[in-house]
């Protein structure tokens, strides 16, 4: 069937998610006792009088970026989703619990610069980058990626920005590092939605650490060869393409290096359905998603989830003799 590609003003969320799963999804959130009355989440007035326009980059230059070129490990040849679509839709509860409202509110309501990422822990060299030291940490690099939500949509994402592994071994870590803690911004300021009681915030995120020098895993700083827009994390954020997508954390402000593994917010909010790992894993189904498939932003048609979400023969090998239903 040929590729339908849309505008995202005719992308409904009930194409993306079905009205049942996203019916029980907020049944999930009355259930923890977060209602969205309850919870405060609406946004402010000034918010709502004027968002700025999706996709709105930071004002500053940004470097040049090595293209993904056929045979390169970065390079795909899926139909890429278009940038209208990717900064229009998505998930990031800091501005709200639509698809849309990201788009709609964090540009006009995150600042982007000055930003500092403080790097901690076990590690020989702590230090706090700012976000021009990280753009110029390692050359920047187009990664063509899926992203696939564990509500079941995906994306294919050209981001901007190199291996985390730079990162890494500028800092040094000990030999008692085992995983890295990823925490992001919570300002009720610039993020209305941590106001609300939703969740436990910051948002937390955390890897093994051989996870985290795997040559997929990016830390990305853009998408389509520009800076990356405030609604999908600027300016600073982490990919693992072959884990579900809140696994890839947006704004971060801070990353430890820690000997024992971090609770993430969502296994800390629901730790029968969030599991350390999340694993893209077509075999094991989420309580209110089924895994086996998803629709890709665009298409019509579910089509099959592959393990790892494509990923395997690079990144199989990291969880050799685990049971991967059982470390999910």
Known sequence: MPLLIRRPSDI????????EHFSRRRELIAALGLGLGAAGLAL???????????????????????RAAPG???????????????????NFYEYGVDKADPGKYAPGLLKTRPWTVAVEGEVLKPRTFAIDDLLKLAPLEERIYR???????????????YSLSALINKVEPTGNAKFIEFVTLADPAQMPGVRSPLLDWPYVEGLRLD???HPLTLLGLGLYGEALPAQNGAPVRIVVPWKYGFKSVKSIVKIRFLREQ????????????YGF??????????????QKTERRLGEWRRRPTLPFNGYADQVASLYAGMDLKKNF
């Open 72 to 90: 390169s490990p970065w390079f795909s040849d899926e139909a890429q989703t278009p940038k209208s679509a990717i900064t229009s839709y998505g």
């Open 277 to 290: 790992y999340s694993n893209v894993n077509p075999a094991v189904d989420h309580p209110r998603w089924s």
């Open 12 to 19: 409904r969320p009930s194409e993306i998610t079905s009205p």
């Open 211 to 213: 996870e985290a020098r």
């Open 44 to 66: 402010p007035r000034h918010a709502l009088a004027a968002p700025a326009p999706a996709g709105v980059s930071p004002p500053t230059g940004f470097p040049p970026v090595a």
């Open 262 to 273: 971090p609770t993430s917010t969502w296994t800390r909010a629901a730790p029968s359905e």
């Open 147 to 161: 992203l696939r939500c564990v509500e079941g949509w995906s994306m294919v994402v050209p981001w901007v920005g």
